[in-house]
């Protein structure tokens, strides 16, 4: 297990530093020159000059990526010119928030998505299983701010159901005591129901727009792997062994089906982590996706880089949690791998 | 009677298929109408896209101030916009630019990705690695924050989106093209093109691509359904398409801050344009999937 | 199952919570609501300290509410009951006494006027925090320098309670310059203490902390989502403030706060765009309050420097080519002052902004272009994205004019930070702006805009000697109260400015805010930011 996973280290190695060179030059490409927009307006020539040299900008592109190399190896991602506070800290702070609204949507879209491609799978070809196909794929055409915005429209403006779209808590109440950052378990830990319901009033309508977004891909891999395992041996002799139908379906089939629909998740995960940039802004979510989108509109390299080095580390951690995964949910993989 | 029926049933199931693809088609059709559905839905958007700007009652980008924010009526079938622009006719003529955006991201990614792919996947050893390592790379990236750093970094033109949306889907295409490539990479025909005395760029280019290719169709529909939805992520941000340009992207971006006001025609049809298209993309994907290789089916 | 059972718990706990919203308020929590005021706006501050590198507009605000400064601006109330600052009127604020002579100006201290963390106030700190403003650079050095506070050796602490500023010329423009936002009293002994040799101002600290004796304090702030203050009890620089407690969110979609506002739950939107706040005015649900912004206008600037717009001709057919009247109704929807269409180009008073003698003509304008003897041209039109709501339509609208007269242009939206960059470059050719002056004279506004020291805001890039003179003129003459002399310079310099036109006018915005109808004593201020101060929630 150990030989196995220090090799996938050393193949993914080459992956992080390739991540870090294209990042830091993409930043560095980026328009518009951030000693200008900290000298502030009726700037003159000098005190930009001065600016540019303080925030070491004028060193040649070779000596600026080493020193940020250097300050990454000593855990230092840099301050955002544009709110003055470590990287580090503003990612850790807000990756919870992030986190908590992808995980709830995921959780939402797998409690929809896992029935849908079962029923799909068992009842395949007929009425049910178009309109699945449909629904999913429905769900993944639209753009998801526009999502975003019609259920606010609907359920908050309209309806009066959900409460005002406002990031993660509402003004008035108070956030809870920090264990892990997620304040739906934070809230529940210390018995505070009322912050429970608070903060999960806040989450449901960012998860369904995110959830929505994710149900095509989940769908449809469960229809699929379903599929390939009730035509497999084991399974007509259990249909053959005189088991009913229910017992076949969930006990055998869907638990056999699950390896190929653990994969997706993942991807899907990492995906979604990433592009909830756009629920982000919709919702006034304070989580990472919205900070990196702000920061690369003023030029703001540090949080970019940040935002952008976090998640591919997210990324490969994810992906060989995944493959540790296979080995524990199907021996067969451990055995050849 | 039953005698006659089964008679002439017996007789149709014996006479040959004359068009194989034809007639395989029918039957895909028949069996899954929803494709059906999918093909004709793609004719009309082909349709609208190489005539559309000439059939439209108003000229997209004439701004008519005194009916600005009109809802749908038969002067204006889709409502106007902020400035009284005739949101039918933008929405018309923006297909030609969204299937534009679509096709031309989809060939750059196809071309490139395809030929990395199976490159990787015929040659192996150093090709297969660099190519390996270059896919992962951009795989590692939150896509669609990469997206937005190309276009921010290199100007907001249709080019620019075009070269960012092939740059994300370019892992996609070489694992699938590198797959294929070497499943086939031993196969008889290949050693036969071999023996004949075709180079190896030969083999590639006229030997295996062509087979990859029904499996790379599928692929391809999905992305041009992906590629108009990051023009539109795009565009909402502010990274899209220049203005006064009809897209439909940037079309339900200005649109969205209308929706609370009440305005619900100007984000609503480019949003169901855009909903649509991307949606007959994806479900021609599985149709021409089960056209090619029933067996992939998902 | 266990699983159904799951689903089944869940499925009931999701009913009962959204059948539960809106929040049934706990008798503590509404007491609680009705001495805190929830604000929501766009942006948020990225430093609460307006001396900071690089503090956007609404970290003005924290500043403002936090920190004193000698002497404030009085109130006045205008035609339509709103409340306004008073531009002529000046009244203590810290200081108790001003007294003013030739060249300088005297103040008395109010003795029981106290730091937030209860040291009292002395003429040594106002005197370090006034060295503070001049050294620090950028943004706030430059604004003291518009009223002549430029040397360290102008401020005096004659004794614990007095503190003095020399003129080194005399300016008119020197009092008002102290009411501003930038010579607030800092808390120099707890900022010596946070001061680094790198950094002997104390920026660092007093970016995410307030070191003032104000109204208000900063008692958490996230940056990109709040901002929470607190009310300062022993504040001796005015009446105190009705509200215990600020709650300043930072709600990106404007669409989300309009929907706040409707439902309640929000107190006060400010700086709404246009549209909005004219639907929400027919509606009539809220208070609308609206002004005019003052020394401010929208313009169409034009670089003079390269070509196609060194040709004055080319310019002026621009200025007959803009259509002014739509871009008002459709992008502005009504709620703006025409700049255009007055009798002439050569005015006949001093107010400002005023109208130009420009107006719609699309005939006139292809005759200028055809005496100009420029050719067809291709150019570019440039904005602030983050400006985008109103500068979107303005920029589509004069591209469609424009375009008749044989001048085509390409659409180029500058993100956030960048347009300072491409501002300071002056290298576009032609782009929608907008500026407004603190000190509302006009001399002021022609100073940053028009004058040859070329500063960031003469984005035309336009150096013209007889315009210097007109300027410097203007100005000598209000620093002595030579009312005729004055007269006749401004008008010089406004009619020139409306002939050469290096920047077309279009309009004066208006500065919107929504308010719940049991919110009062809003007062419009020159910074254009929300004073915390003087608002009352029934």
């Known amino acids: 297990m150990l030989a196995t996973l220090g090799k996938r280290l050393v193949t993914v190695i080459p992956t992080l530093i390739g991540v870090v060179i294209v990042t830091f030059l993409l930043t560095r490409v980026l328009p518009g020159d951030p000693a200008v927009y900290f000298a502030g307006p009726a700037a003159t020539p000098q005190s930009i000059a001065d600016i540019r040299k303080s925030l070491g900008l004028d060193r040649p592109l070779p000596e600026q990526f080493a020193r940020y190399v250097n300050d990454l190896a000593h855990g230092n991602l840099g301050n955002s010119l544009s709110t003055g506070r470590p990287v580090a800290t503003e990612i850790t702070s807000r990756l919870p928030a992030s986190a908590e609204l992808t995980l709830l949507g995921l959780i939402l879209s797998l409690v929809i998505a896992l029935p849908l491609g079962i029923l799909a799978a068992v009842k395949q070809g007929s009425w049910i299983d178009h309109t699945c196909r449909v629904v999913a794929t429905a769900g993944v055409s639209l753009p998801v701010f526009f999502t975003g915005l019609l259920l606010v429209y609907v359920f908050y403006f309209q309806l009066g159901w959900s409460p005002a779209p406002i990031g993660r808590l509402d003004a008035f109440a108070s956030a809870p005591p920090q264990i892990t950052g997620f304040y739906l378990l934070d809230s529940l830990l210390t018995g505070n129901f009322e912050t429970f319901r608070a903060a999960f009033s806040q989450l449901i309508l960012p998860a369904l727009t995110l959830g929505i977004f994710s149900l095509a891909p989940i769908t449809r891999m469960t229809r699929a792997s379903m599929l390939a395992v009730l035509a497999s041996d084991f399974v007509r002799t259990a249909r053959a062994s005189g088991l009913d139908n229910r017992t076949v379906i969930l006990t055998y089939a869907f638990r056999n089906a699950m390896l190929p629909v653990v994969t997706t998740l993942g991807m899907v995960f990492s995906f979604l982590l990433g592009a909830n940039v756009l629920v982000e802004k919709v919702f006034a979510w304070p989580g990472i996706g919205s900070y990196a989108v702000e920061a690369l509109l003023q030029s703001d390299f540090a949080p970019v880089q940040g935002f952008v080095l976090a998640m591919a580390v997210l990324y490969v951690a994810l992906n060989l949690l995944i493959d540790m995964l296979y080995g524990v949910i199907d021996p067969r993989v451990r055995l050849e791998g | 009677m039953t005698e006659t029926t089964l008679n002439a049933s017996a007789a149709t199931a014996l006479k040959p298929a004359r068009n194989s693809i034809f007639s395989h088609a029918k039957y895909v059709i028949a069996e899954n109408p929803v494709t059906g559905l999918a093909f004709a839905l793609f004719a009309l958007i082909a349709l609208a896209a190489l005539i559309g700007p000439y059939i439209v009652p108003h000229d997209p980008l004439a701004s008519d101030t005194a009916a600005s924010l009109k809802p749908p009526t038969f002067a204006h079938w889709f409502g106007t916009d902020q400035l009284g622009r005739d949101i039918f006719s933008r929405v018309v003529v923006a297909t030609r630019l969204d299937f534009i955006i679509a096709l031309a991201s989809v060939a750059l990614v196809f071309v490139a990705g395809g030929i990395a792919g199976i490159a990787a996947g015929f040659f192996g050893g150093w090709t297969d690695r660099i190519v390996g390592r270059i896919s992962d790379t951009i795989m590692a990236f939150p896509l669609f924050v990469l997206a937005m750093g190309i276009v921010a970094a290199l100007g907001n033109t249709v080019t620019n989106i075009v070269i960012a949306t092939a740059i994300i889907n370019f892992p996609l295409y070489v694992r699938v093209a590198r797959a294929e490539a070497n499943v086939r990479r031993d196969a008889g025909f290949v050693q036969a093109a071999r023996l004949s005395g075709n180079g190896d760029f030969r083999i590639l280019l006229m030997h295996i691509l062509p087979n990859i290719m029904p499996i790379m169709m599928v692929q391809i529909s999905l992305t041009m359904g992906y590629a108009i939805l990051n023009a539109a992520g795009l565009s909402f941000i502010g990274l899209g398409v220049k203005p006064p340009t009809p897209e439909w992207g940037i079309m339900v971006a200005e649109g969205a801050a209308n929706i609370i006001s009440g305005e619900w025609w100007i984000a609503l049809f480019p949003g169901a344009a855009l909903m649509i298209a991307v949606f007959c993309f994806n479900l021609l994907g599985d149709g021409l999937r089960d056209l090619v290789d029933p067996q992939r089916r998902t | ?538």
């Open chain 3, 1 to 538: 199952m266990k699983r159904r059972e799951f689903l089944r718990s869940m499925t009931a706990l999701a009913a009962s919570t959204a059948v539960a919203a809106p929040a049934v308020w706990s008798p503590a929590k509404a007491q609680s609501r009705k001495e805190t005021l929830l604000l929501v706006t766009e942006n948020g501050p990225n430093n609460l300290d307006i001396h900071g590198v690089g503090t956007n507009r609404p970290g003005y605000e924290a500043s403002w509410n936090c920190y004193d400064r000698l002497i404030t601006n009085g109130k006045k109330t205008l035609a339509d009951g709103s409340l306004s600052y008073d531009r002529d009127k000046f009244v203590p604020e810290l200081a108790e006494d001003m007294n003013i002579g030739d060249m300088s100006v005297t103040f008395k201290l109010k003795k029981n006027a106290k730091f937030q963390d209860g040291t009292p106030v002395t003429a040594k700190d106002v005197k370090w925090s006034y060295d503070r403003a001049v050294s620090v650079g950028g943004f706030p050095t430059v604004q003291m320098k518009a009223g002549s506070l430029v040397k360290k050796e102008q401020f005096v602490a004659v004794d614990d309670n007095t503190f003095r500023v020399d003129f080194i010329k005399k300016d008119r423009l020197t009092i008002p310059d102290l009411a501003v936002i930038v010579p607030g009293i800092y808390n120099s002994e707890l900022l010596k203490k946070h001061a680094t040799d790198k950094d002997p101002w104390g920026l660092e600290y007093t970016k995410s902390n307030t070191a003032g004796s104000g109204a208000y304090k900063v008692t958490s702030w996230k940056p990109g989502v709040e901002v929470v203050y607190e009310r300062n009890d022993a504040w001796a620089g005015g009446k105190l403030p009705e509200l215990k407690k600020v709650i300043w969110r930072t709600i990106p979609s404007s669409g989300n706060r309009r929907a706040l506002m409707e439902r309640g739950d929000a107190d006060i939107s400010f700086d709404l765009p246009a549209k909005d706040f004219s639907e929400m005015k027919k509606e009539g649900k809220l208070k609308m309050i609206s002004n005019p912004i003052g020394n401010g206008m929208y313009s169409l600037e034009l670089n003079v420097v390269h070509p196609p717009f060194d040709n004055e001709k080319v310019r002026q057919a621009v200025a007959y080519a803009i259509p002014y009247q739509k871009i008002i109704d459709a992008a502005m929807f009504g709620i703006a002052n025409p700049l255009f269409g007055g009798k002439s180009n050569d005015v006949t008073s001093i107010l400002w902004p005023q109208p130009t003698g420009y107006m719609t003509d699309m005939a006139k304008a292809k005759a200028l272009m055809a005496e100009s003897g420029a050719g067809p041209i291709d150019t570019t039109i440039s904005f602030d994205l983050g400006d985008g709501v109103n500068s979107e339509p303005i920029a589509v609208l004069i591209q469609e004019s424009l375009g008749q007269i044989g001048i085509k242009t390409t659409i180029n939206k500058v993100p956030g930070a960048n347009w300072r960059s491409e501002m300071a470059k002056k290298s576009m050719p032609m782009m929608v702006n907008f500026f407004s002056g603190w000190l509302d004279y006009p001399e002021y506004f022609f100073f940053w805009c028009y004058s040859g020291q070329n500063a960031i805001f003469n984005t035309p890039s336009y150096v013209n000697k007889d315009m210097d003179t007109f300027i410097d003129g203007a100005r000598a003459a209000a620093a002595v109260g030579e009312k005729d002399k004055y007269a006749t310079d401004v008008k010089g310099f406004i009619s020139k400015a409306y002939h050469d036109v290096p920047r077309i006018p279009m309009f004066q915005p208006f500065l919107n805010v929504a308010a719940q109808k049991n919110i009062s004593g809003y007062s419009y201020w020159f910074h254009r930011q929300v004073d915390y101060r003087s608002i009352i929630k029934a």
